[in-house]
């Protein structure tokens, strides 16, 4: 279940559902007793930081940048847009600052949260990245200038957007925007049912000093007056 009415409140779960038994990524679960009178379980979380869902920081591209726990809250929540590109962007090109001016045309602020998508959807870090079935839309330096100089706090993808698509674009797209305190969100799930291309939208990672990104549990909140 991703969608969840509460009152005139409408809930999106954008997260992706890990599973230690089919995740490429690092995911392992121990569970024991403690061993008391009463069963006491607890469970050894074995974790990769970028597993499904999650939110990168700073300190994912410098060693003198903030890691998660030295960011703000209100790094992690606030107002969000969906830039849902479909097929106006050609299959495995570059999104331009172009592109974006016509997608986010009297919607965007500063301080906004930008999540990005387009009709050529494949799941990320799979063996299926950078082969010919891949044509999903690309970022780099252009794109990266574009988001800096409209001051939005965080860029999200969805899986018509690559993020990994070579290294001419994966470090200076990281770089400038990381450099601003600017967060990532990567494997958004669940785009296609929202209703509103604008909305509330919370992304919290645990505050763990030294962390340099952190799964998540996204969500976006349709219905928000002040948020629409």
């Excluded at 726990?69 to 172009?98: S, W």
């Excluded at 770089?175 to 799930?189: G, R, S, T, Y």
Aim: net charge negative.
């Amino acid at each position: 279940m991703s969608v969840y009415q509460m009152n005139n409140l409408r809930i999106v779960d954008l997260t992706k559902t890990l599973d230690p038994a089919t995740e490429t990524r690092r995911c392992g679960l121990t569970r024991f007793n403690t061993g008391g009178p009463i069963p006491d379980y607890h469970t050894i979380m074995d974790l990769t930081s970028h597993l499904g869902t999650h939110c990168e920081c700073p300190y994912h591209h410098d060693d003198n940048w903030p890691s998660v726990a030295d960011l703000p809250l209100t790094t992690f929540l606030g107002r969000a847009i969906y830039v849902d590109f479909k097929d106006t962007v050609a299959p495995r090109t570059h999104i331009t600052a172009g592109d974006l001016d016509r997608a986010t045309a009297g919607k965007l602020r500063e301080g906004d949260i930008v999540i990005i998508d387009s009709a050529y959807k494949l799941p990320p870090f799979t063996s299926m990245t950078n082969t010919a079935e891949d044509k999903r839309l690309l970022v780099g330096e252009e794109s990266a200038l574009w988001f800096r100089d409209h001051k939005v706090k965080c860029v999200g993808f969805g899986d018509g957007v690559s993020i990994e698509s070579s290294n001419e674009d994966v470090k200076p797209f990281h770089d400038i925007l990381m450099a601003e305190n600017i967060v990532f969100l990567e494997v958004l799930k669940n785009l296609e049912e929202l209703k509103s291309h604008v909305f509330f939208m919370s992304y919290s990672p645990l505050p763990i000093k030294g962390l340099d990104s952190c799964p998540i549990r996204a969500y976006a909140i349709e219905g928000l007056a002040e948020f629409s």
